[in-house]
């Protein structure tokens, strides 16, 4: 399935999830413009996705917003098919050893850069008929412990594509998706302590850990005509672990 000749905007695109949305996308045929800091990353990547084309910035900073936005604009003919809001960073802390410093970043990154891409691209995702996946996490959904900032960030983003395609969605689909346990550099560190891989999988029916490109994948599908009657929807991508309570010490009788 190809999404055509159309542009797609990808924030947060240089590394992990955003980066293999960036090979998917422009394997599928799309303009791809996505936003990031690391310059060497984004000319790593460029190499692979061809015709993809970078726009450094920081995905809170409205100015920075503005840029990404007019080239998508630029090279659509005014005219945006896609918009992934996958910028986002976590800090893991206990609520007590949190700062309104650390809140306030985590809410910049994760929450106001969706604000300000969706906000400044909807006249050309209206024009496009566009489609916009919200890059939220199953924290979002069911909270995690040491991870009370990003979870209400995360939520805030599930919320906030629900009002919208009540809004908007008659011209624009607005749907959101919850990666579980990801391999990324954001889990990296969590993933150096020892059982702590056979711990995560151990929870998940599917007995692995999510990758990049897994959610690639369903971003890709969200933006595709393949779900034209999608809209307003939380699709959870986590192998099962969200599905209820799964206790690997007391497996069922066959």
């Known amino acids: ?10 924030t947060g695109g240089t590394h992990g999830i955003g980066a293999a949305c960036v090979r998917r996308l422009a394997g599928a045929g799309a303009h791809v ?40 604009l630029e090279i659509g003919g005014g005219r945006i098919a896609g918009l992934v809001n996958n910028a986002g960073m976590t800090a893991r802390q206990t609520f007590a050893q949190s700062t309104l410093a650390d809140w306030d970043r985590i809410m910049a990154v994760n929450t106001r850069s ?22 939220s996490s199953i924290a979002g959904k069911v909270g995690e412990e040491g991870l009370a900032l990003y979870t209400a960030s995360k939520a805030a983003l599930i919320g906030f594509t629900q009002a919208l395609a009540l809004e908007i ?54 933006l595709s005509p393949l779900s034209s009657f999608v809209n307003g929807t939380v699709l959870t991508v986590d192998g099962g672990e969200t599905a209820g309570l799964k206790n690997p010490a007391e497996p069922i009788a066959s």
Not at 1 to 10: H, I, P
Not at 34 to 54: H, I, S
């Open 33 to 72: 413009v996505f936003t990031g800091r690391d310059e060497a990353a984004a000319e790593a990547l460029m190499a692979e996705a061809v015709g993809a084309r970078f726009v450094a910035g920081d995905a809170a900073s409205e100015s920075d917003c503005l840029r990404a936005v007019g080239c998508a």
């Open 1 to 10: 399935m190809s999404l055509g000749q159309g542009v797609v905007l990808v």
């Open 169 to 222: 969605g008659a011209k624009v689909r607005v749907n959101a998706i919850c990666p579980g346990q990801i391999e990324t550099r954001m889990m990296a560190k969590t993933l150096t302590v020892p059982g702590r891989r056979e711990l995560l999988q151990s929870r998940i029916p599917s007995n692995r850990l999510g990758t990049p490109e897994d959610i690639a994948e369903a971003v890709f599908w969200l």
């Open 114 to 135: 969706a604000y300000l891409f969706t906000r400044h691209a909807l006249a050309g995702l209206e024009a496009g008929q566009g489609s916009v996946v919200m890059m």
